[in-house]
């Protein structure tokens, strides 16, 4: 039981996985300021307001609860966020890794096709259906 799930942390994906968690846990530091201070007062900027008045919508009117405010100036802020964290992840690590895959392959020969069971079995088959025909 055991050397089965040393196996599993052993394996290279588990350890890639940890590393992009805790990249991108110290990253969210460095996105959430640049949110904050430059994409934020941005789209205030253009509802015309440090609250963005005219990019929500109070649904009772007369209540200043904010359970009851429609805000799409924070759904800009989180689709705005999202791009900036997949372009920064596309860029710094995608595709340079991309990149050093691609030397680190370049002159190799392609590996040959793993045989499965199925296939092995077919040519198998074919073999014998053709040993078959000739007697």
Same mark, same amino acid.
């Given at each position: 039981?055991?050397? #089965? ?9 588990? /350890? ?32 015309? #307001? =440090? ?10 009117? #007369? ?18 966020? /999202? ?12 595709? =340079? ?9 370049? #002159? ?28």
């Amino acid at each position: 039981m055991f050397q #089965g799930f040393k196996k599993f942390i052993m394996r290279g994906n588990v /350890f890639d996985l940890a590393v992009a968690v805790v990249i991108g846990t110290a990253f969210t530091a460095v996105v959430t300021s640049i949110v904050t201070n430059l994409i934020n007062p941005l789209i205030a900027a253009i509802g015309a #307001g =440090p609250k963005s008045s005219k990019l929500s919508v109070q649904l009772v009117s #007369g209540s200043t609860d904010p359970k009851t405010v429609i805000d799409f100036s924070a759904v800009i802020t989180a689709a705005i966020n /999202f791009l900036i964290i997949a372009a920064v992840v596309y860029f710094l690590f995608v595709m =340079p890794m991309a990149k050093l895959i691609e030397r680190r392959n370049r #002159g190799k020969e392609p590996e040959a096709a793993a045989l499965t069971e199925i296939s092995v079995l077919t040519d198998i088959r074919d073999l014998l259906q053709e040993q078959r025909s000739r007697d």
